[in-house]
């Protein structure tokens, strides 16, 4: 396949971190999720359970800008005051993801990705989506939540990765245009999704 970075954002409940898991094992590469969070707080030295309570939560602060640019944690992060805010430890978790992508091959969901490599040549982004019924059983199944319990958790997640996306990216979060390929992952179920998204990035070109 090359050297090729594969960023995943998803629906709540529409089997997008099941997806990029699988994907990565098929193509035989490293998977990012919640990895992330990790390889953020040694880099930094920051305790994980911060960088766990700001993982993809927006903040007001106008230092988010930053990460939209070319900074690096070096020449970005500790200019600033002390002050740890969730736009600081997004930029040392985009300075991660930059840093990653550019090494390795690798499936990166969420957090983002999309948007920080969106200039990248090896870098295909997806989104997942799923039919509402389709979300809610699997969120059900998943979580052992009641019917109105899913709903409410289906609501509220989607509501704080659009809001994160959105004020970090001023893009529409789901919007096809801002992908290199969107899918309704209902029609295909996670395996035929997988095989879908690894034959499309073996021949794609930007």
């Known amino acids: 396949m090359g050297h090729k970075v594969i960023t995943i954002a998803r629906e709540f409940g529409s089997g997008g971190r099941a997806v990029g898991e699988k994907l990565a094992e098929k193509l035989g590469v490293e998977y990012y999720d919640k990895k992330l969070i990790s390889l953020a707080a040694q880099k930094s030295g920051i305790r994980e359970d911060l960088f766990e309570n700001a993982d993809e939560q927006p903040t007001n602060s106008l230092l988010y800008s930053l990460a939209m640019g070319a900074h690096s944690l070096s020449n970005a992060f500790f200019q600033y005051d002390d ?34 490599l969106r200039d990248e040549p090896y870098a295909f982004s997806v989104f997942i989506h799923a039919d509402y019924d389709t979300r809610l059983a699997r969120v059900q199944e998943l979580y052992q939540l009641s019917p109105s319990q899913a709903k409410d958790l289906i609501k509220r997640t989607d509501k704080k990765r659009k809001s994160y996306v959105e004020f970090y990216t001023s893009q529409v979060w789901g919007a096809a245009k801002n992908y290199d390929l969107s899918l309704n992952s209902s029609l295909l179920g996670i395996d035929g999704t997988v095989d879908l998204i690894a034959e499309l990035a073996e021949h794609f070109r930007k």
């Open 83 to 116: 002050t740890l805010t969730n736009d600081k430890l997004f930029l040392i978790q985009s300075d991660i993801i930059r840093s990653l992508a550019r090494e390795k091959s690798c499936v990166i969901v969420g957090r983002c990705a999309d948007y920080l």
